[in-house]
């Protein structure tokens, strides 16, 4: 395969994964159980909906979209949770310290895990072939709702040891 072919597979690829994708609240059933604000959760007054930690309302989608960064006028949909690791050729620095575009700009770390774990919850257990290659099916370590912190992630990660 040549660079060129390589290349446009990725462009396209990349470009029908972010469209076809759904990365809003509206798919996802709700733990009541863990939804307080301590947590991060919050009450969406424009959907009237409680929203996960790291989502945000966009105004254009009309929806929470999940782990949102940002909404594309390219592709005219939200760049979120799925998004965010295909595209990282642009948001290298972003995927490296683990947060969003919102996150990064108030300097908040939180959910930042090591650069090696945060490429793993981006492009999920088979990031070696996920960033060549954005058809392919690589489970992400979160269902989008839930997500570890530095300090939940180090306990976790010791259990599973």
Known sequence: MSTCNFIMLNIVGNFTYTILCDTSINRTIVPVSTATPKNGWRLCTTCEILA???????????TCILKRDHHCIFTGCCIGMLFTGVLCVYHFRLVFSGCVADESNKNRDTYDLGWQQNIKEVLGERWFLTWLIPYMKSKLPHDGITWDTKSTWEINNIKNK
């Open 52 to 62: 996960p930690p790291r989502s945000w309302h966009c105004s254009t989608c009309r």
